[in-house]
């Protein structure tokens, strides 16, 4: 093969590479659309006088904890305040070096208990069990360091309820998120996971763990992430929904139906995208198996984080989500054109494969040719700015539709200011902010290539309220 | 050697999807941007609408001599008819009696039903949901034949509105069709029909269909209408279950059954379950004992303090904590002389439990 059709391969493979991976979007996005307008139709009907009864199913609330002093009792308060009818908040405390325990402990009076712990999946040993005096639907799980999935496991072992919850320490629940989640159960028997949307609380007024007002942060890199998650969430996730092919529930807040993930072998330890690992191999399990089922999400604010500040956070937290990506798509590779992948192996496996996970070497990889290509004089300045443009063009309109579907739905940021700062920002984090992204993916996919030990991503953090 | 995308014709083909970019983009601003002017001025509009408007539901509801009859008719402009509904919708909620009266009055005062039956037939999706809610609270009879014909509509949310609004509008004649409809549908979320139909039976008029319908259910209906069985009076709704539960031959009615007995007479058939093969049932006949149960019931909740599964476990240590007259000088006796250690640790368990309860 000549050099000249070398570089012609090169040229068609990015070309139809950046139609795909626009077109993909561009088609979620639609979908997400349609998705998100019949599910506020039926939301319509909720807001009509309701009894809460006795179908609401109980849930199990497992708050994994390691060394989160600061913001531990805050968390656990705001989820005892949550509107449902029958729950339990089991934190499980994973070996913490800090105070996590004692603040536990004197925060909400616990005291030992000789609970009948049911080891259905393997963890490390479980010292002690705690119960609160001041809450009845309190427990608190203090076991050896094993790392977050090990933790979750623990908690599974502990749940007493059909349904249980995963959520983070660091984040903060919408008083009514089980109430919103748990509809997708009850209306629908196959359901056996429902993740919902996460917001940043950044630049939000919270006091005593409830968030009181929302707002925007003054820090641009907490901004860019606004705009990010609003795109991740709402057309990254919905979008996949009505395919049931969703392979994403973030671990900051998914409910789980407790048998099927049992029955699947609960949350892998040795990954770091725990969450991920185990909606991959749901499908992948529950597809082999040939069980109708359904994997949701409800496009609800529902669930509030924090997000890094500074960029070495960042930078970890974007290797850790891409490493957890490789690690899940890898470890369920049988899914991918399997005769009973349906959607999620035909479709969203290789989307994700071909475009999230290996993205980053095309991304990179496309940017280093056309200005490889440039400066050795096969393509001129031109033809140069006019691809980038439109490879920029194409970011800012995916940024804005996602800013028109939240327009169009929950108005989370009432101000019209707001609004209009969210749509510089959506334009300005083409310039710069994306491609760096980028660089800290690829940086994450090469540690992912090399398997490096997993562990709990930490991040330089405020309480949150 | 030349780049394929150098080429005039390519980089013009660039240049053209750039412009379509930008125009979406620009589209979806000004879309933005029309979104939230026109939620602007919603918002002003409903502020304004009902800083008038809730002053005279107020004294409509309150004063008995008050019809609004001198209500200015035309104070209430036709575009405004669709709020007026929602607000109307939203203020009778928490009203029963000659208040209810009074407003159904005012919203036909102003001819608000014929506006509500049009919708019904030709608004839209959202339009017609709420004008279904409005005509059943209205008690519209007019719009029955269009609700009975709504009630078996393939869309789920119209037909269980309809629902909603037939036994508004006349409970007697609306719940034998209802529950038919109940039964046959498959597509009816069990959550959102319970919530949307509790909140308008009541025990006069549910006992007997429900009843009728229960006796002549099979096993898949019977699970279907059991949630509504406590709203029948007590009597009916425990003679009922024991039917039910003798002729049962769905481990999942059983189970739901158990689950809601609450009467001392089914004790001998709740035993009949304590032993049963499968967990849930045992589990829901134990904690039915809890309830129901006498002490000559506690050799059998000490068999199952030692059962495989933990729930069963669980809630025979509870049930034995709830048998009459037990005492803890009692319990402790009891968990000093089990043998089994799984059996001991939660009889210790419910008993710390039950303790920090009181």
């Known amino acids: 093969m000549s050099q000249q059709q070398i570089i ?3 040229e068609w493979f990015f070309f ?16 997400a659309s349609f998705r998100l307008g019949d599910y506020l ?8 006088p309701q009894v809460y009864t006795d179908l609401e ?3 199990s609330i497992l708050v994994p904890a390691f060394n989160e002093a600061l913001t531990i009792e805050n968390s656990v308060r705001s989820l005892l305040q949550l509107r449902y009818s029958e729950f339990e908040v089991i934190v499980i405390n994973d070996g913490s070096s800090d105070e996590t325990m004692q603040v536990l402990a004197q925060a909400f009076r616990l005291k030992e208990i000789p609970e009948a712990y049911r080891v259905r999946l393997a963890t490390q040993p479980v010292r002690a069990i705690y119960r609160s005096l001041q809450h009845p639907n309190l427990r608190v799980l203090d076991k050896e360091n094993g790392g977050k999935a090990d933790s979750l496991n623990a908690g599974i072992n502990d749940a007493r309820y059909p349904l249980f919850c995963g959520v983070d320490a660091d984040s903060m629940l919408h ?4 109430r919103l989640l748990v509809r997708s159960f009850l209306e629908d028997p196959r359901t056996v996971a429902c993740g919902g949307t996460v917001r940043l609380a950044n630049g939000c007024e919270i006091k005593g763990g409830v968030l009181q007002r929302t707002g925007l942060p003054g820090n641009l890199l907490a901004l860019f992430q606004i705009v990010e998650y609003l795109r991740a969430f709402l057309f990254g996730r919905l979008g996949w929904v009505p395919l049931n092919a969703l392979l994403i529930i973030s671990g900051a807040f998914g409910l789980f139906h407790k048998e099927t993930v049992v029955r699947a072998g609960g949350y892998r330890s040795d990954v770091v995208g725990e969450d991920m690992e185990l909606v991959v191999r749901l499908h992948r399990t529950l597809r082999r198996e040939g069980r109708p089922y359904r994997i949701t999400f409800v496009p609800d604010p529902v669930c509030w984080t924090e997000a890094p500040v500074d960029l070495a956070t960042l930078k970890n937290q974007r290797v850790r989500w891409q490493r957890g990506l490789g690690e899940s798509l890898s470890l369920n590779w049988s899914l991918m054109f399997s005769r009973s992948g349906g959607l999620p192996g035909w479709f969203a496996f290789p989307f994700m494969m071909f475009f999230e996970w290996w993205g980053p070497i095309f991304e990179i990889g496309g940017y280093i040719f056309m200005f490889w290509a440039y400066a050795i004089g096969i393509l001129n300045f031109e033809a140069m700015i006019a691809f980038l443009l439109v490879a920029i063009g194409m970011g800012v309109l995916l940024s804005t539709s996602s800013l028109l579907l939240e327009e169009r739905s929950f108005h989370i940021y009432p101000k019209t200011g707001q609004t209009a700062l969210l749509l510089s920002v959506a334009i300005m984090e083409n310039f710069g902010y994306r491609q760096l992204m980028v660089l800290f993916r690829l940086y994450g996919l090469l540690q992912s290539l090399l398997r490096t030990k997993s562990r709990w991503g930490r991040m330089r953090r405020q309480a949150l309220g | 050697m030349g780049f394929v995308f150098s080429s005039e014709t390519m980089v013009a083909h660039a240049y053209v999807g750039l412009a379509v970019v930008c125009l979406i983009t620009l589209f979806m601003i000004l879309w933005i941007v029309f979104l939230r002017i026109r939620l602007y001025l919603a918002q002003q509009r409903q502020a304004r609408f009902r800083e008038v408007w809730l002053p005279i539901f107020t004294e409509t ?8 009859k001198d209500a200015d008719i035309s104070v209430l402009k036709r575009r405004d008819f669709f709020l007026f509904m929602n607000c109307w919708l939203d203020f009778q909620e928490s009203l029963s009696g000659h208040a209810l009266i009074r407003m159904n009055g005012l919203a036909r005062q102003f001819k608000l039903h014929v506006y509500a039956r049009r ?5 839209s999706m959202r339009q017609r949901l709420v004008a279904m809610v409005f005509l059943g609270d209205l008690r519209d009879r007019f719009s029955w034949p269009v609700l009975e014909e709504l009630l078996s509509n393939e869309n789920s949310l119209l037909s269980i509105l309809a629902a909603r609004a037939l036994i508004k509008i006349d409970q007697e004649r609306a719940l034998p069709i209802v529950f038919a409809e109940l039964v046959r549908r498959e597509d009816w979320p069990e959550a959102r029909v319970a919530v949307l139909l509790r909140s308008v039976l009541t025990a006069e008029l549910a006992t007997s269909s429900l009843f009728d319908a229960l006796q002549n259910s099979t096993d898949s209906g019977a699970i279907k209408l059991l949630p509504y069985v406590d709203h029948m009076y007590n009597e009916e709704k425990n003679r009922i279950l024991r039917i039910l539960l003798e002729r049962s031959n769905s481990d999942r009615l059983t189970s739901r059954i158990l689950k809601r007995i609450q009467c001392g007479h089914e004790l001998d058939l709740v035993r009949h379950y304590v032993g049963h093969s499968r967990w849930h049932i045992r589990m829901q006949a134990l904690a039915a004992l809890g309830r129901i149960g006498t002490r000559e019931d506690i050799s059998l909740l000490l068999e199952r303090l030692g059962d495989g599964e933990w729930w069963v476990r669980y809630r025979a240590a509870q049930a034995l904590i709830k048998m009459p007259g037990m005492t803890r000088r009692e319990l402790q006796i009891i968990h000093d002389n089990l043998e089994d250690s799984f059996a001991r640790t939660m009889l210790e368990q419910t ?8």
């Open chain 2, 61 to 68: 509801a309150l004063n008995q001599n008050c019809h609004r």
């Open chain 2, 351 to 358: 008993l710390i439990e039950e303790g920090e309860r009181q």
């Open chain 1, 41 to 48: 139709e039926s939301r319509d009907i909720s807001t009509l």
């Open chain 1, 8 to 10: 012609l391969c090169a």
């Open chain 1, 175 to 178: 008083p009514e998120s089980l």
């Open chain 1, 16 to 31: 139809v590479y950046f139609f795909f991976l626009n077109s993909g979007y561009l088609l979620l996005n639609f979908t």
């Open chain 1, 57 to 59: 199913v109980p849930i």
């Open chain 2, 119 to 123: 919708l019904l037939q030709r608004g």
